[in-house]
Structures are given as C-alpha cells and as structure tokens.
C-alpha cells in the first residue's frame, strides 16, 4: 500500500514518535492527542480496518490489545483505567484505512461516545 500513511510510517518514510515495535507490530504517538496518553498501536502489514480482519489475523489482533495494555501499565494507568479503541469504516469516524488501535489514558473518559 504506497500511499497509505500508516504503511509509511512502518517504512520510515513518514517520522513517528516510536513507542513500541516488533516484528509485527507498531506503536506511536497520536500526533493530535485527544488525551494525556494517546498511542496508536498497529499491524505493520496492511488490513484497512478490522473488518478486513480474518482468522489468520487472530493472533495478530490478540497481540495488539496485549501490548495496549502493556504500553498503558508502563504509562502509569494500570490502575485509573483506560480505553482501547478501534473506528471502523466512515460511520465508525475511521479516517486513517490502516488497521489502528487507540490506547486512550490519563483522563476520566465518558461513554457513549458522540
Ligand atoms: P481514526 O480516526 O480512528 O482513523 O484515527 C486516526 C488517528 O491517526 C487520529 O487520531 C490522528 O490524529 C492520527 N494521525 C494522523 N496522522 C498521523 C501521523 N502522521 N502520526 C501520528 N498519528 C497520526
Ligand atoms: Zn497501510
């Protein structure tokens, strides 16, 4: 995916303030935080959102909430709480079509959301 904008920051080619990585795996800092803590966590290969997600990605998506909330006990809010959260699709407000989780901490958070 040339021109995707997550697909360039797993390249390099687009700078990120790099939280975590692994062989399968990124995390960096939302460049427009909507709170104290807000890391975005992704797939270094291409899915466009989870609804592209099939059972050969289970493992893949089990992982991303597992480094969540490893990012979120080493940010301290293991025990204030937090949010993960995934948009999916234009009514889900997905603006980014590369398969993202936000880790939203460090503020009381209100549900249902808007
Ligand atoms: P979503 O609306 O769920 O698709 O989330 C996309 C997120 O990507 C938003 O929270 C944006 O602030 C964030 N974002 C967009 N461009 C960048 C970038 N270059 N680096 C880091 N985060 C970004
Ligand atoms: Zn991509």
């Given at each position: 995916?040339?021109d995707c904008l997550?697909c360039?920051?797993v390249?390099?080619?687009?700078?990120?303030?790099?939280?975590?990585?692994?062989?399968?795996?990124?995390?960096?800092?939302d460049?427009s935080?909507?709170?104290?803590v807000?890391v975005?966590?992704?797939?270094?290969?291409?899915?466009d959102?989870?609804?592209?997600?099939g059972?050969e990605?289970?493992e893949?998506?089990?992982?991303?909430?597992?480094?969540?909330g490893?990012?979120?006990?080493?940010?301290?809010?293991?025990?204030?709480?937090?949010?993960?959260?995934?948009n999916?699709?234009?009514?889900?407000?997905q603006?980014?079509?590369?398969?993202?989780?936000?880790?939203?901490?460090?503020r009381?958070?209100?549900?249902?959301?808007?």
């Amino acid at each position: 995916m040339s021109d995707c904008l997550f697909c360039k920051i797993v390249a390099g080619e687009i700078p990120s303030a790099k939280v975590f990585e692994d062989e399968e795996l990124l995390a960096f800092e939302d460049i427009s935080p909507a709170a104290p803590v807000h890391v975005l966590i992704i797939p270094k290969i291409h899915l466009d959102s989870i609804h592209e997600a099939g059972e050969e990605h289970k493992e893949l998506i089990g992982r991303i909430h597992l480094a969540a909330g490893r990012i979120a006990a080493e940010r301290g809010l293991a025990e204030g709480g937090y949010r993960i959260v995934n948009n999916c699709g234009a009514d889900g407000g997905q603006t980014v079509p590369h398969l993202h989780f936000h880790l939203l901490g460090g503020r009381a958070m209100t549900w249902p959301p808007g």
